[in-house]
T-cell receptor, first 111, second 112 residues
Framework: GENVEQHPSTLSVQEGDSAVIKCTYSDSASNYFPWYKQELGKRPQLIIDIRSNVGEKKDQRIAVTLNKTAKHFSLHITETQPEDSAVYFCAASRGTYKYIFGTGTRLKVLA | EADIYQTPRYLVIGTGKKITLECSQTMGHDKMYWYQQDPGMELHLIHYSYGVNSTEKGDLSSESTVSRIRTEHFPLTLESARPSHTSQYLC???????????FGSGTRLTVV
């Protein structure tokens, strides 16, 4: 069946460094790719998304890139700060209204 | 404020009890979803609804049931709670294709 692989499962970076999280999807019909951030004890929140007709999207310190041919998409966080520490989930659309989530990446930013 | 609300936030209940987890949204979204998630771990879709009187089972087998009698309300019911049901249950809603989800704050259920 369709799935989304997400790597790495844990990531530690020094404050100020960049962090990259990668996802691979299997459903060639997927056309929408959101990223969620979930802080400890809180709900997942949408932080950025990208549609299949766009290769890159940026919002301040975060950016997402999409390679439809390779079925890869990645989240890039620059100038990381301690408040970026959280679990990040990628997702790919499945059908019209559902998403398949990746298994999550626990990011720890070391001060 | 338009949002999605879940109650209770925490629930500890004995084995065999019937429970209903409440989810309501004030955003006018047609699509609503229930996910099961152990804290910080993968999200598993257990039920979804595309509108009133429309409900479907998700990917993860679940002994729960849902109903959608009103657009804004999507409760989840466990007829007989078991320790294996201990988890966090997240409700979400969506405006439609490519709109992403808005998640509720979740109900953390413990069955003893």
């Amino acid at each position: 069946g369709e799935n989304v692989e997400q790597h790495p499962s844990t990531l530690s970076v020094q404050e100020g460094d960049s962090a990259v999280i990668k996802c691979t999807y299997s459903d060639s019909a997927s056309n929408y790719f959101p990223w969620y951030k979930q802080e400890l004890g809180k709900r997942p929140q949408l932080i950025i998304d990208i549609r299949s007709n766009v290769g890159e999207k940026k919002d301040q310190r975060i950016a997402v890139t999409l390679n439809k041919t390779a079925k890869h998409f990645s989240l890039h966080i620059t100038e990381t700060q301690p408040e970026d520490s959280a679990v990040y989930f990628c997702a790919a659309s499945r059908g019209t209204y559902k998403y398949i989530f990746g298994t999550g990446t626990r990011l720890k930013v070391l001060a | 404020e338009a949002d999605i609300y879940q109650t209770p936030r925490y629930l500890v209940i004995g084995t065999g009890k019937k429970i209903t987890l409440e989810c309501s949204q004030t955003m006018g979204h047609d699509k609503m979803y229930w996910y099961q998630q152990d804290p910080g771990m993968e999200l598993h879709l257990i039920h979804y609804s595309y509108g009133v009187n429309s409900t479907e089972k998700g990917d993860l087998s679940s002994e729960s049931t849902v109903s959608r009698i009103r657009t804004e309300h999507f409760p989840l019911t466990l007829e007989s709670a078991r320790p294996s049901h201990t988890s966090q249950y997240l409700c979400a809603s969506s405006v439609g294709q490519g709109g992403g989800y808005t998640f509720g704050s979740g109900t953390r259920l413990t069955v003893v």
